[in-house]
């Protein structure tokens, strides 16, 4: 199932998509009581498939970010090799100490955008705007101490994210990348998310982010270092994941700081980031928002 969240009558909904058509879900409009009671819902025939019916036209719509998370968005850093490589300065070629755990840190829920939302360039606080293309988690049911065998259990669905990160801030607190991370709107999510059920297997995924139509990052989830259900694991461990929370799983390699010479984004830029079997999530940035 592809669910979106839009805008239509004066009100947020929910929707089930059928190729280019929305129909809207008799459920809540809170999408994490909506996971929460997922059940609930299931049970009384409400997520049933619903005929589209004349439906609302998919791109005639004003669609939000397809996730709420109900707190801060939890985020896992270096978790592709050669992004890890390029971050560190390391060369192709020389031994690399691979982490023995992720590296977790977070973005604030203020940082959430929608899939077609422009972006603004926060000009005045940094001059090192990036991009990070990233398979973003939504946990259905929550839990602590989960094991990884039955980590994948806990998903409820996926999406596509852009960890929008602000690298001279990043850098200049000590080593803490909260601030650089948590500008506001730097984390567009969308366009759908689709329900653990119909994606499969998320480590079989390519991923992909372009800027003005040059592709920049072009990876595959089999490459990440800790997979999908390690991550959950391992967050988990003595820390109780909730329904709807967002965790978000790491970027490939091609980030623009690592680049000779370091590109960021500027006014206008279109980011275009798609992961398989999910879609495009597509953004322009802005200097005057």
């Not at 089930?16 to 049970?43: F, K, R």
């Not at 000009?123 to 293309?133: I, P």
């Not at 039955?150 to 409820?156: C, I, P, Q, T």
């Amino acid at each position: 199932m592809k669910l979106v969240r839009f805008q239509h009558g004066g009100r947020i909904r929910i929707g089930q998509v059928h190729d280019d058509l929305v129909v809207s879900l008799a459920t809540p409009d809170d999408l994490s009581a909506l996971i929460g009671n997922w059940d609930y819902y299931a049970a009384k025939g409400t997520l049933d498939e619903p005929t589209p019916g004349p439906g609302l036209k998919i791109n005639d719509l004003a669609l939000l970010a397809p996730a709420t998370p109900p707190r801060n968005v939890i985020c896992v850093g270096w978790n592709y090799l050669k992004h890890f490589n390029e971050s560190i300065g390391k060369r192709e070629g020389q031994e690399v100490d691979l982490p023995d755990h992720p590296t977790f840190f977070s973005k604030l829920p203020t940082t959430i955008a929608g899939p077609n939302d422009a972006l603004p360039l926060h000009q005045a606080y940094t001059a090192k705007l990036d991009w990070e293309v990233e398979l973003a988690v939504v946990i259905g049911k929550g839990g602590r101490d989960i094991k990884e065998e039955d980590a994948l259990k806990h998903v409820f669905g996926y999406t596509v994210a852009n960890d929008i990160s602000a690298r001279d801030l990043q850098r200049a607190h000590g080593g803490q990348w909260f601030k650089g991370k948590s500008l506001d709107m730097t984390c567009p999510l969308g366009p759908v998310l689709v329900t653990a059920d119909e994606l499969g297997d998320p480590q079989s995924l390519e991923i992909t982010c372009h800027v003005n139509g040059k592709l920049m990052q072009s990876g595959h989830t089999s490459r990440q270092i800790f997979t999908v259900a390690r991550v959950i694991a391992e967050l988990s461990a003595g820390l109780t994941l909730l329904p709807g929370d967002l965790i978000l799983t790491g970027t490939p390699e091609g980030i623009g700081a690592a680049r000779t010479p370091p590109i960021f984004l500027k006014d206008d830029d279109i980011v275009e980031c798609g992961i398989e079997k999910i879609g495009v999530l597509r953004n322009v940035m802005r200097s005057t928002l």
